[in-house]
């Protein structure tokens, strides 16, 4: 593949003579002489045309040869691709596009490789995924050895009272169950003894489960005394001992066992997750979750250049702050569509991995509870008030089928308190065990389920266990049912639960296929148009953004993410292997698999 400006032979002054057999030797017959004349005067005004440039505006950048889909309907598939300005221009065949290839034209050869609208991940942890690449990584973890194997190479080069963190346990994917263990999941004491001196905190693949070592808890008070707060809990042995497991809202009781640790600067965090999204073929993400602080140091980098995704962030605020700054907060497509505050994130449960997941009946695998309830429903009502009242969209974590539920009617009801709004599109956070009579409502109420297709192939092995398979089947990651509906569905990682990788998702849409080479329930899969949708133009809707991005029309953004396979015709199993070649925002080549080196 090459990306070279391309630039037209030099004009001669006159048209070339005639040479080899086509040379006129003798005189003419006046016909043919006119002939000759009308052909020489044609080649004039042809090249006397090339010279002066395109017979169209000419482009900045033209993308050809290769595969084009634009998720357009009105716009034709195309090989080719223009850009002027950071937007489309056009979009045609290779003879069509090179109209617009001027002097100064930047021209990328796809070589046949697909380009599609920069992917959009509708649901992510920015600053977090920054984190991830900060500290242990323990999604490959097979083991509960492995983890304390994992944290012990780190203590052996840790100064003595520093912080040790980790990420991406799953005690439903480890290989054996260890002993002793409640539900599960093992003691602090491994983790105590090979960490005495350093606090240790390991937090759940989802982010609703957190463990930690004695350290730890003796830094944050935590004895057999301390109560389990409002929607969460500390997981205990059976004489009332925390073995080092805190559920959902209980995490925040080790908040004392982070003071003195040094903090990784958040903008740092920001250049790393930037960089990472980017080589996954990212163009915008909507962060998950943020508070008013963060926005002002995202507006600052925005303004300092210093951003190449796009976001869409989400206010993570009490009712109070809300009301106090929302208005404030409130920016659309700021530094050329760099960053958009236009929503409010609720949690209401927690997750299904940890037990977390409100439930409308027990869990199968642990019939003494229902899940949790995290934030109250009279809070979530009260900040969907502020929301409506302010138009600004509300997007909620509801996982479990009581906590979709509680947010439907949440949402019924405040539609119909304000009859005069009719262009709500609020959303419904994960949206991943529903029941059966609730699925209809995400169409006639118009609420977007955001969902990540990743989490129905990585949490199915444990699925079967925590709701059953008629409950399974019913409701769980009912993509089909719910796009049978009317409701939007858009796609993207949480990342850092899962890695900010879209290929694994577009791969687990189309599939539900499993490591193990079954399927989930494989009859609510996407199909291959759809899955691509959900990350494109679907996305753009879910944030009020698609008369600028999600499709590649001309006018839009010219956001673009060039594959190495063309993921809608390959076989299935070659779609996992298909690589991010460019991605390009608002024209801008903001990563190149070509520039990367081969260790990294």
Known sequence: MSWTPLRPSSCPSRPPRPSGPSRPT????????????????????????????????????????????TVDEAVPQGEAVAIRDGRILAVGSDAEIADYIGTETQVMDLDGQLAVPGLIDSHAHFLSIGQSTLQLDLMDASSWQEIVEEVARVVEDAEPGTL??????????????????????????????????????????????????????????????????????????????????????????LGPAYEGSVSPDPRQLARLADERVLSRGITSLHDAGVGYETVDMYREMVDAGELGVRLYAMLSASNQELEEGIEEYRLLGYGDHHLTVRSVKRLIDGALGAHGAWLLEPYEDLPSSVGLNTTPVDVIEETARIAAEHDFQLNIHAIGDRANRE???????????????????WRVEHAQHLHPTDIPRFGELGVVAAMQAIHCTSDAPYVLQRLGEERAEEGAYVWQKLMDSGAVICNGTDAPVERVDPIPVFHAS???????????????????????????????????????????????????????????????????????????????????????????
């Open 26 to 69: 003798g005189p003419l017959h006046p016909p043919l002489r006119r002939v000759f004349t009308g052909l020489v005067l044609a080649g004039l005004v042809a090249l006397s045309t090339a010279c002066e440039g395109p017979s169209a505006e000419p482009a900045d950048m033209v993308l050809r040869g290769g595969k084009v889909v």
């Open 510 to 600: 189309v599939t539900r296929r499993l490591d193990d080479g079954t399927t989930f329930f494989p009859d609510q899969a996407m199909t291959r148009m759809e899955a691509l949708k959900s990350y494109t133009i679907n996305g753009a809707y879910a944030a009020f953004q698609e008369d600028v991005l999600g499709s590649l029309t001309p006018g839009k953004l010219a956001d673009i993410t060039v594959l190495s396979k063309d993921i809608l015709t390959v076989p299935e199993e070659e779609i996992p292997t298909t690589e991010v070649v460019y991605t390009i925002v608002g024209g801008e080549v903001r990563y190149s698999r070509d520039d990367v080196s081969p260790e990294g």
């Open 164 to 253: 040790i963190r980790g990420r991406g346990w799953h005690q439903e994917k480890w290989e054996q169950v260890p002993e002793p263990n409640v539900d599960g999941l093992p003691f602090h004491h491994d983790l105590s003894r090979i960490s005495p001196d350093n606090p240790v905190i390991l937090t759940h693949a989802s982010g609703h489960a957190t463990y930690a070592n004695q350290r730890a808890m003796e830094m944050a008070g935590i004895t057999a005394a301390t109560a389990d707060p409002p929607g969460g809990e500390i997981v205990r042995d059976a004489q009332g001992n925390p073995i080092g497991v805190f559920r959902e809202t209980a995490s925040g009781l």
């Open 407 to 425: 947010v439907l009617d949440i949402y019924e009801a405040t539609f119909q308190a304000h009859p005069e709004k009719t262009d709500w599109r």
